[in-house]
């Protein structure tokens, strides 16, 4: 039983189902989750006064159906639900479980693995809104560029907050990364593959993502206001 004081509750059901994807989940359901997670801290996902004999599914679930929570494992885009009752980890969750797990007392114990990073991060240097951007810093230059960029498919503030924290988290993870090993480009695996991901491509990832607070200052603002439904 893994047992940290530091992480918090949603960090700990996220290492929970890295721990099943590991085991050769291809994905879990709320119930596989709920024993992981209970076999990592008993003590805070077991039964009130049977901790040690059975989970709270309940309070484990807490942290993924409480849409209103920042930190919730769904909106954090650490998990994506499969079907119903069913989810699996993302490369930006696998990503922060690697970076949680090799953190003890601060201390970074071991590179990390740069493949779930790269998978993290990829989709937004690959997309074509980010090649316009790093070829002419006039773009995008219309909404629509910018939201196709951020993966925006509805007028939700909630929905919007989420891609957004998405995005920087993945650019995060990666220069995290790059400094975390002295390196200066990133990619899949020892022996490569994909496109080189340089320091300078994270850096331009960071200046687009705001760059689209400034330029689109309006439509976001607009979408920001929505009223939760």
Not at 35 to 50: D, E, I, L, S
Not at 115 to 121: E, L, M, S, T
């Given at each position: ?26 994905e879990?359901?709320?119930w596989?989750?709920?024993v992981?997670v ?25 942290e993924?159906?409480?849409?209103k929570?920042?930190?919730?494992p ?24 690697e ?37 002419n810093?006039?773009?995008?230059n219309?909404?629509l ?7 925006i ?26 400094d ?10 020892p ?7 340089r320091?300078q ?26 009223k939760?439904?």
């Amino acid at each position: 039983m893994a047992v940290s004081a530091t992480l918090t509750a949603a960090q700990e059901v996220l290492l929970g189902a890295a721990d099943l994807m590991k085991r050769g989940y291809e994905e879990f359901s709320e119930w596989d989750l709920t024993v992981a997670v209970w076999n990592r801290n008993r003590n805070k996902f077991g039964c009130r006064g049977y901790e040690d004999q059975y989970p709270d599914h309940k309070r484990v679930m807490m942290e993924i159906m409480s849409r209103k929570k920042k930190d919730n494992p769904l909106r954090k885009g650490w998990f994506e639900k499969t079907r119903s009752n069913h989810y699996k980890v993302t490369p930006l969750g696998f990503a922060e479980a690697e970076r949680l797990e090799q953190k003890k007392g601060g201390v970074v114990s071991a590179s990390r693995s740069p493949n779930k990073v790269y998978d993290a991060v990829v989709k937004y240097v690959s997309h074509r809104v980010y090649k316009d951007h790093s070829r002419n810093t006039d773009e995008p230059n219309t909404w629509l560029g910018a939201s196709s960029f951020l993966g925006i498919t509805k007028h939700d503030a909630m929905h919007l907050e989420d891609r957004v924290r998405r995005a920087k988290a993945a650019a995060d993870q990666a220069m995290e990364w790059l400094d975390e090993t002295g390196q200066d480009s990133l990619r899949r695996g020892p022996t490569g593959g994909g496109i080189t991901i340089r320091r300078q491509d994270i850096e331009t990832l960071h200046s687009l993502l705001t760059v689209i607070e400034d330029r689109f200052k309006l439509q976001l603002d607009a979408i920001r206001k929505q009223k939760p439904k």
